[in-house]
């Protein structure tokens, strides 16, 4: 049986950082400083310093703790695995998806993709090659809680399914990020083992990502000075349209052009792509030494602030378990969200599943 604290540690402590990440989404890390301060914990949606409208497909109330659509998302991939018994293809998947979820509060461009299955424009195995990368690193921590100790299964459940929307290099980090998810829920884990575990599914571009990012944690005095490293070493153009600044999709391509950070920016200054953005979680991760600390740096980075928080809370949460990620935020995380999403009781069922 897995561990119970831990695995709701990892499954809460996702929707944690999505709703801490979400009200500073897509803010350069400078323009967080001078509005906000220092991040100690959920803020409401509210300008000057959130950018995005409240909406479906973003967070749907504007009181703090509030989740994101990567949370309902998260929870429908949770359903799916409920309802459904091994073998998994990205096939059942797609066609799980297309028949039982309410898509208001997803980010409508993914859909796209489960459409172009449905109609037989693409198998369900390879959409992801011919399907614009980035988004949704969190909707698949079920995979690593449900795998828990089993490394090598979190991470090739992973990849497997992520096909649908995922070329091989953002199929090595999505399964990197389960993977530490699965070794961070045994009892004896630490943050090297999980360290360890990520690298595992990992080939050679991923790895210098992951490296290249664990380093800036390691030289880094202060969390300004992580940002700062971060902001001038591991940013990547997140504009669609500069065919030239759209990451490598191949296992082990060049390392992606790295564009000049501004040094402040008013407007929404973010990227999708998760040769970013699992660096940058990493990154805060490592800072932090594992510790809850970790989710508020994370928030702190800005750019795609809740999908690098949820990832970093998934983490968290697993290698420390639900007892010990402040109480508060648990349970306002919990309780502000019941009326869309019972978090807790997902947690709970995923927890008890037995595969």
């Not at 509005?35 to 479906?56: C, H, M, N």
């Not at 490598?248 to 999708?272: K, R, V």
């Not at 349970?331 to 019941?338: A, S």
């Not at 978090?343 to 599943?353: C, D, G, P, V």
Request: charged share 25%; with cysteine; hydrophobic share 40%.
């Amino acid at each position: 049986m897995r561990d119970r604290d831990k695995s709701l540690g990892a499954y809460i402590g996702a929707a944690i950082g999505d709703a801490m990440g979400g009200p500073v989404e897509c803010n350069h890390a400078m323009r967080i400083r001078q509005l906000v301060g220092e991040i100690r914990g959920f803020l409401p949606y509210q300008k000057p310093y959130t950018l995005i409208d409240i909406q479906p497909g973003y967070a749907l109330h504007p009181e703090a703790g509030n989740v994101t659509d990567d949370t309902f998302i998260r929870g429908d991939f949770t359903r799916f695995f409920l309802s459904t018994r091994p073998p998994r293809t990205p096939g059942m998947l797609a066609e799980w998806l297309l028949e039982n979820v309410d898509f208001s509060k997803w980010y409508q461009p993914i859909i796209e993709a489960l459409h172009r299955i449905r109609k037989g424009e693409v198998t369900p195995e390879e959409c992801g090659l011919t399907f614009n990368q980035g988004g949704g690193a969190g909707w698949w921590t079920p995979v690593g809680i449900l795998y828990a100790g089993d490394i090598e299964k979190a991470s090739s459940e992973a990849r497997n399914l992520c096909r649908i929307w995922k070329a091989p290099l953002e199929q090595d980090l999505l399964s990197a990020v389960q993977a530490g998810i699965a070794d961070g829920i045994r009892e004896r884990a630490s943050l090297d083992s999980m360290i360890d575990a990520m690298f595992m599914p990992c080939r050679s571009l991923a790895q210098n990502l992951l490296e290249r990012a664990i380093d800036i944690a390691h030289k880094s005095k202060n969390t300004w000075d992580l940002i700062e490293r971060l902001y001038h070493n591991a940013l990547i153009s997140g504009d669609r349209y500069k065919r030239d600044q759209i990451p490598p999709t191949a296992a082990d391509g060049p390392m992606p052009l790295f564009i000049e950070p501004l040094e402040y920016s008013d407007n929404p200054y973010s990227s999708i792509y998760f040769a970013e953005q699992i660096p940058l979680a990493i990154a805060a991760f490592v800072y932090a030494e594992g510790e809850p600390q970790a989710i508020l740096t994370a928030c702190m980075i800005g750019r795609d602030a809740d999908s690098i928080a949820t990832t970093v809370g998934s983490w968290v949460g697993a290698l420390q378990g639900l007892s010990s990620l402040p109480k508060e935020w648990s349970d306002t995380v919990c309780e502000v969200n019941m009326k869309e999403i019972d978090i807790h009781a997902l947690a709970e069922k995923l927890y008890m599943l037995d595969e």
